[in-house]
Structures are given as structure tokens and as C-alpha cells.
């Protein structure tokens, strides 16, 4: 299907001080990257991740904005820093890949899962429209 209004989903950093972590989405085959979050809290202190997340154009909270020490992020929801519309339009099908760098340069666990949550573009037909042009004998 083609993305209509994308959702990333991923789990906890055990290890890791999301002060030190920048998590970029990227499609290859499109050429695109959107940076999820950048430091946040940087050059404050925002501790561990210990609660599943999801970055979503539409959240209230910025993700960059709403650390607040340990637990870092206490809503479950939070916009990106940079915005997931770019992949708008685009297939679902194809490699996506999470990008997750800690400028510490130490060890941390990985998140134990991280998720796509698509809202695809359903009957481009125009069917809902009434529309049947597109539509073949």
C-alpha cells in the first residue's frame, strides 16, 4: 500500500541516556531520512527510555522539549524533530532502516523492537467518490 500518515513505534533504552542518542528513519530506495530525535534535552540531562514510544506528526509533545529526567519522557507520544510527511505518498513495501548513533561512543542495548505503523491511502480508485473513470472494462 502507499503511506498515507505514518507512526514509528519502538521500544525502551535500557543503557542508554537519550541526551546522548539521535534516532534517524530512512527509506534508501527514495533517498529520504527524517531525524526522530536529536539529543533531546542537550544539553540538559535526559536519562533512560522505559516505556515503548511512538513518534507521530500529530503528538502534542515535542520529543526534543519534554525530557524531564528519569523517566525521560513521561507521555508515550511525541512528535519528531523532523517531520514523517515526507514519506507521504510513498509504498510501504521496501527496506526502512532505524538509524539509532550515541555521541557517549558507549555500549547500550538496542531497543528490543522498533515498528512501522502506516495509515495507507486505501481505494485510489475514487471508489468512495462514486467516481468509476478509472476504472476498465
Given at each position: 500500500?502507499?503511506?498515507?500518515?505514518?507512526?514509528?513505534?519502538?521500544?525502551?533504552?535500557?543503557?542508554?541516556?537519550?541526551?546522548?542518542?539521535?534516532?534517524?528513519?530512512?527509506?534508501?530506495?527514495?533517498?529520504?531520512?527524517?531525524?526522530?530525535?536529536?539529543?533531546?534535552?542537550?544539553?540538559?540531562?535526559?536519562?533512560?527510555?522505559?516505556?515503548?514510544?511512538?513518534?507521530?506528526d500529530d503528538a502534542a509533545f515535542s520529543v526534543q522539549d519534554d525530557c524531564q529526567g528519569d523517566p525521560s519522557l513521561p507521555e508515550n507520544e511525541y512528535r519528531p524533530l523532523g517531520?514523517?510527511?515526507?514519506?507521504?505518498?510513498?509504498?510501504?513495501?521496501?527496506?526502512?532502516?532505524?538509524?539509532?548513533?550515541?555521541?557517549?561512543?558507549?555500549?547500550?542495548?538496542?531497543?528490543?523492537?522498533?515498528?512501522?505503523?502506516?495509515?495507507?491511502?486505501?481505494?485510489?480508485?475514487?471508489?468512495?467518490?462514486?467516481?468509476?473513470?478509472?476504472?476498465?472494462?
Amino acid at each position: 500500500g502507499v503511506v498515507d500518515d505514518l507512526k514509528v513505534l519502538f521500544s525502551y533504552f535500557e543503557t542508554a541516556l537519550l541526551t546522548n542518542l539521535r534516532v534517524t528513519l530512512s527509506k534508501p530506495d527514495i533517498g529520504t531520512s527524517v531525524v526522530l530525535m536529536d539529543e533531546p534535552g542537550s544539553p540538559g540531562f535526559c536519562g533512560s527510555l522505559t516505556t515503548p514510544v511512538f513518534f507521530d506528526d500529530d503528538a502534542a509533545f515535542s520529543v526534543q522539549d519534554d525530557c524531564q529526567g528519569d523517566p525521560s519522557l513521561p507521555e508515550n507520544e511525541y512528535r519528531p524533530l523532523g517531520s514523517l510527511e515526507v514519506f507521504d505518498g510513498q509504498l510501504l513495501a521496501g527496506e526502512w532502516i532505524l538509524e539509532i548513533v550515541d555521541s557517549s561512543a558507549q555500549p547500550f542495548d538496542l531497543p528490543e523492537f522498533w515498528c512501522l505503523i502506516p495509515e495507507p491511502k486505501l481505494h485510489q480508485d475514487g471508489f468512495e467518490s462514486g467516481d468509476t473513470t478509472a476504472w476498465s472494462p
